[in-house]
DNA sequence: TATTGTTATACTCTATAACTATA
DNA sequence: TATAGTTATAGAGTATAACAATA
């Protein structure tokens, strides 16, 4: 009767089985201790996004890429800039406002983190096709910007299903 | 010098945005809602768990998949057996252990909030050729998998990066 | 003695509320 | 008065340690 159904029945197990595989503490220790590290997750996470962004990036754009409320970054954001991983500097265009920088040594760090996950990632991957790595990238892509409009929606509209009618 | 690293260099800030959006609690809230209980995620999480697998568990098998410790579970199946949406049976084949399975008031619940959040992913995907649908499911059961062992082994190694050499 | 599960306690992660400063 | 960010406090979520019962 639905065609989708047989495709996205299904998708929700493996989608949780992945979150719980990516929500695992271990892999971040044990990465952050081969690079030589002691940051928790929403530090490491947030360097991730500061490092991906390739720019400095205003609290409340990190605060929304990482789905989280204001104050919790900023008090990963204390504790990293003590240690000089981080910086906060003005923004040109609004006082009120700072944009948090990548220190030197802050890049260092993300660097040598990235390297060994996506040592651990080529590794997983080893055995597969280019043509499949290339089609993940880009299925994953879609399915993260689909699933982020849609679930905006849902959470606006407050309680409606949002089956795509009207 | 590496084809690999093209297609696997990003992967990292993608499955942590997929990690964030699945992780947004208020989701799990309009869910619930919709279906007319009050459970918090990880009780949810059980639930699919059991649903999914089609068959009584164990404690320790439902530990395993979530990726937490025993106790984690036990204190939430305790609060879901004296609502009566799970029960624990003796395991015949072993007197320590116990198999938990849904009751019918459990499985109507779980039916309800996977029929919601199915209904979602449909409408994400809606737009999606059947073919990409089928490929995501397929891409996304290799990469758990893979995944998974790659991540046990370097858990195992405790602190080597497995690029898989030796 | 090793394993399955439970109870009790502590720690990590995230949210809400109240406040300061600039627009 | 609205917005960007911070401080302080409270609540989920998960782990570690100690224990009971069966294999």
Chains 1, 2 share one sequence.
Do not use: C
Not at 10 to 25: A, D, I, K, M, V
Not at 115 to 123: D, E, H, K, P, Q
Not at 144 to 151: G, I, K, N, P, S
């Amino acid at each position: 009767m639905d065609p989708l159904s047989d495709a996205t029945t299904g998708l929700l197990p493996h989608l949780l089985q992945l979150r719980t595989l990516l929500n695992r503490g271990q892999l971040y220790e044990q990465a952050v201790k081969d690079a030589g590290v002691a940051l928790d997750r929403p530090a490491m996470t947030i360097l991730v996004i500061l490092d991906a962004a390739e720019r400095p990036l205003r609290v409340g754009e990190i605060a929304a890429r990482m789905q989280v409320v204001g104050p919790h970054v900023t008090r990963h954001l204390n504790s990293l800039e003590e240690r000089a991983i981080i910086k906060r500097v003005p923004d040109p265009e609004d006082q009120r406002a700072r944009l948090i920088a990548l220190t030197p040594s802050g890049q260092r760090i993300i660097d040598r983190y990235t390297a060994i996950v996506n040592g651990w990632f080529t590794a997983a991957l080893a055995q597969w096709s280019d043509q499949d790595r290339t089609e993940l990238i880009r299925l994953l892509t879609r399915l993260t910007r689909d699933l982020t409009t849609q679930f905006d929606a849902v959470a606006a509209a407050g309680g409606t299903p949002a089956q795509g009618e009207d």
